[in-house]
């Protein structure tokens, strides 16, 4: 705003003039301060605002998530739900009683929260409760709850921190590792580096313990420079459930599978042979001829025969599975009829084939009167 500045006055009585001129500058000093003090607020103590200052009140959210004091905008009594406080609301702050229905809390202690999104009948939020638990949660249309997830807390995370976070198997609950037909097991374990785990190998695998089907848990407890185990152990267990175990020494190489005996394996099955060549059984009740194989691969013979032939022709004949690696020869008691009382023994020999041979006996009045056998050896 310009002021526009008067014509002074001019007459003959200059001294008149004057004072009338004088008055009119004044008026004019006067109006051009009050003008000064209207443009730029001179000596005003409430300050107008700003253009700034008007768009950023113009722009902001005048919703309350809070009451005037700062205190929550809803309290959820202990007769009421936080569900029905909150369900129609947009953000905002809440306390809800002990003993609400709703409550997530355990023990239905009070708590506080905030509802960050919601429009009608959807939200999520987060809330805590007065022992310190926290929890999330959400509601859609057509819910009639809450939904709660209670979150981590600090002895939570504590307890997973410090839990084994190495993977035994694979994502769901299969084994880690599975040995391919053309693969070698012992191989393939030792691949897996310092680590502990499990496995399948099929049967008919390279080193694999059984000629079954076996599966197992490994634990090697070092590597080397191409991140291959060194120290460690294998457990195998078959289909059948034959226990295997074996041991890898970085000096001494794999050790060699081991079968871990049970009472099972001290259990055996009597077969009876078919005799041969003229022997015949000395008593089918009290002394049959039988053999057996244990776990250990240990044949045992017992029984007595009679009246067969001496020298290379067999009594019977082990099958394959229950013959020694080597011929094994075999002292036993022989019948002492004829001799006055005198002990008699018998010698007998077990070849490689399986031929149980009685090749001589010491009584000569009746030498096969009564040949007995007590015999064991091993097929390994």
Known sequence: MDINKPKTFETSDKAHADLFNEMVQTLLENDNGLLEQLLNHIQDMNLHASETEKKKW????????????????????????????????????????????????????????????????????????????????YYNSGHTTITWTPLPNISDLNKWNGSQLIKITNDTGGVRVSVGSTENLLDKLTE?????????????????????????FYHFTSSDSNNKGTFGWVIAIDYKNNMFTNYLDLNLGWQGWRRSLTEADQEVTWTTPRILNGWKLYSTSSLPIRFSKNALGEVEINGAVRDGPLGEIPVFVLPEGYRPKQP???????????????????????????????????????????????????TL
Do not use: W
């Not at 609400?100 to 809390?105: F, G, K, L, N, R």
């Open 58 to 137: 113009n722009d902001s959210q005048n919703y309350k998530i809070t009451a005037d004091n700062g205190m929550q905008l809803i309290n959820v009594s202990a007769d009421s739900k936080i569900f029905d406080a909150i369900k129609d609301k947009g953000t905002c702050t809440f306390y809800a009683a002990s003993g609400v229905e709703d409550s997530p809390s355990p023990s239905n202690i009070s708590l506080r929260g905030m509802q960050i999104v919601g429009q009608n009948n959807i939200g999520a939020g987060f809330a805590v409760d007065i022992a310190g638990n926290a929890y999330s949660f």
């Open 192 to 216: 897996t580096g310092k680590t502990f785990g499990t496995f399948y190998s099929p049967a008919g695998v390279q080193d694999n313990p059984s000629a079954l089907a076996s599966r197992g």
């Open 328 to 378: 094994v020869y075999y002292v036993g008691v022989a019948s002492s009829l004829g001799t006055s009382g005198t002990p008699q023994y018998h010698r007998t020999l077990i070849t490689t084939d399986g031929r149980v041979c009685v090749q001589l006996s010491s009584n000569t009045a009746n030498p096969t009167e009564f040949i007995t056998f007590l015999i064991k050896f091993s």
